[in-house]
């Protein structure tokens, strides 16, 4: 009912080889990214590395950088710290990964041991300790995969049966677009990848779709008003026009509520938030050049009769 934009005839599908240009760069550093995950190279969260969880509170106030100032002079440099002080006051959650099964049965006590020493005169009493060894680390890589794999199987088949198979095809590589880019972007800021990340990448995907089945909608009801004039190529951009007043609400809306929860959320779900902000510009995009793009190509090396 709201119409930001009057009329418009941006030339989306004339641009789609710059597009394609710069999401193959995006699209390269997302594998780079992908590859590193598998072979532990990247900064892998506990979940997927191995580590130790420790959980409990101070009878005293305590700040998080001179808790983390304290861990990091006794060898806990990289430990992810967080408050949870909704849970109790001065509660704190730390994460510690480790490389091998045993580092994790005798981490907890070292922490316990550092806080002890270096806040001597403030008490720290350990609430519960959680242990992921670096192998069930690797079984939550592989699930993580199988899952993002899943989905865009589901993808391609829901949208094969409701519209058409090159429109299948050209959402799932798009969504697999959308996923590599923001898992590339990710990677590139050193964000550290949990399972958190994957499910942020999966709810990316249902996001994504959302907005290519709106393009793809008003581009199988125009194929049938405009079977008789205009090319496929002008049908498509006509589409993504119509409806270019909807995407930038809906993404404007929708990045508001996110952009809200990254900034006072917490720590806890920062990243996931983040994760979600940078993939709605970038699922906005590929539904406007990507998806559109690739229907357009495959529609010009293998051409179909309008019925």
């Not at 641009?15 to 990247?42: P, T």
């Not at 952009?259 to 970038?282: C, Q």
């Amino acid at each position: 009912m709201l119409q930001i934009l009057e009329k418009t005839n941006i030339n989306f599908i004339g641009k789609r080889h710059y597009a394609l240009a710069v999401s193959g760069v995006l699209v390269l550093l997302g594998i780079v990214a992908f590859v590193s995950i598998f072979l532990g190279k990247a900064n892998l969260g506990i979940d997927f590395a191995g580590g130790t969880m420790v959980e409990g509170y101070f009878e005293k106030q305590v700040s998080i950088g001179d808790l983390r100032s304290a861990l990091s002079r006794n060898r806990f440099d990289d430990a992810s710290i967080q408050s949870l002080a909704r849970e109790k006051p001065n509660y704190f959650t730390i994460r510690v990964k480790t490389t091998t099964d045993e580092e994790v049965t005798k981490i907890s006590k070292d922490i316990l041991s550092v806080l002890a020493k270096e806040f001597s005169d403030n008490k720290f009493t350990m609430d519960s300790v959680d242990g992921i060894g670096p192998a069930v680390g690797k079984t939550l890589q592989k699930q993580a995969r199988m899952a993002v794999l899943i989905a865009a199987l589901g993808i391609l088949i829901y949208i094969w049966i409701r519209f058409d198979f090159r429109f299948g095809v050209a959402a799932t590589i798009a969504t697999f677009h959308d996923v590599l880019v923001v898992l590339g972007i990710l990677f590139l800021l050193h964000r550290e990848m949990t399972l958190l990340i994957i499910t942020a990448l999966l709810t990316l995907g249902g996001y994504s779709l959302t907005d290519k089945v709106v393009v793809y909608d008003r581009v199988r009801e125009n194929l049938k008003l405009f079977r008789k004039k205009g090319d496929f190529a002008t049908t498509i951009n006509t589409s993504i026009n119509e409806v270019l007043s909807r995407t930038i609400i809906t993404v404007f809306t929708t990045f508001m509520a996110v952009f809200a929860i990254f900034i006072a959320g917490g720590e806890v779900i920062h990243d996931f938030a983040l994760a979600l902000l940078i993939g709605m510009i970038v699922g906005t995009y590929s539904s406007w050049f990507i998806a559109s793009s690739i229907i357009v190509e495959w529609e010009k090396r293998a051409p179909k009769r309008f019925k």
